[in-house]
């Protein structure tokens, strides 16, 4: 059987010795060099910023073991009051509904208000969010003050996912448990790319943390949206869910209603920035 370490790899189950699970969602694309290309046009008039691709998040939503089973409960219960079976024919098959946010926000596919009670539909979601069990660790990166301020800078995804790995790590360590990251696949290239920076960082710590730091991560999964038999990682559609709030929140400095639902649940709420909440580069 293949070690996680040595190539990107699935995961299906909850691992018996692990009390905790960070799914993990990213919004925005990590693109540099589109950005630094605008960032010189701008600097002799030639061109504008721009500014609807300026912002990369990362969040990672941290469950325990024990809250998992009643989650799980809650999100067939929601699925199965509003599709048949909770499934729908996407074009790939009949599928278990994933609660994909940017689906539900454009209301499309299984979330055509034709096809459901969409208003209702997202009062129970809310409901489900809100009262699920779990903690936030985020962070988000201006790609244009970055490039600005750094000659070598570093890539934007790598950079925030460790902000958010030190904080779960310092949780963990802090009570004695374990864990696993479980990151949605975006490809074979990219898998690898983010475990590679992983594995280095857990194996040589890095300028704030020592390798023992991490040593509570006992694994890093990629898996795809959809299980073979159809049914979904539901841990990666609350992160999903939950993303895309606080990369709006940044972006915007606004709390609409979704974030307003969430906001306590990040790390160290009220006092979230630097704690549950990273915004780079920092003043």
């Known amino acids: 059987m293949r070690n996680w370490w040595e190539a ?81 024919k996407y074009k790939n098959g009949l599928k278990k509904v994933v609660l994909h946010s940017r689906e539900i926000r454009k209301k499309e596919g299984p979330f055509n208000p034709n096809l459901i009670d969409y208003e209702k539909f997202i009062v129970d979601l809310t409901s489900l969010i809100n009262n699920t069990q779990y903690i936030i660790y985020s962070s988000s990166i201006d790609k244009i ?14 950079l925030c996912l460790t ?34 920076h992983l594995v280095g960082l857990f194996q040589k710590g890095n300028s704030f943390y020592p390798p023992t730091h991490f040593s509570c991560i006992k694994g890093v999964y990629f898996n795809p949206k959809w299980k073979d038999n159809g049914n979904t990682y539901v841990n990666l559609e609350l992160a999903d869910l939950v993303s895309h709030p606080i990369h709006q929140y940044v972006k915007t400095n606004k709390a609409n209603r979704a974030y307003q639902v969430i906001q306590k649940k990040i790390y160290g709420y009220p006092n979230i920035m630097g704690y549950g909440l990273k915004v780079f580069p920092k003043e």
Request: glycine letters at 6%; one cysteine or more.
């Open 8 to 88: 990107p790899t699935l995961i299906n189950y909850w691992p018996r010795d692990i009390d905790t699970i960070m799914a993990i969602d990213e919004n925005g694309t990590t693109d540099l060099k589109g950005i630094k290309q605008k960032v010189f046009d701008n600097l002799f008039g030639l061109g504008q910023l721009p500014e609807e691709h300026r912002w990369f998040t990362i969040t990672g939503v941290v469950m325990e073991k024990a809250h998992f089973p009643s989650f799980m409960d809650n999100i067939t219960t929601l699925k199965n009051a509003y599709w048949k079976d909770g499934k729908f």
């Open 145 to 158: 003050e970055h490039i600005i301020k750094y000659f070598n800078p570093f890539h934007p995804y790598e």
């Open 163 to 196: 902000f958010i790995v030190e904080r779960y790590c310092r949780y963990l360590n802090e009570r004695n448990k374990t864990g696993i990251l479980l990151i949605e696949s975006r490809g074979k290239k990219e898998d690898r790319q983010i475990l590679n």
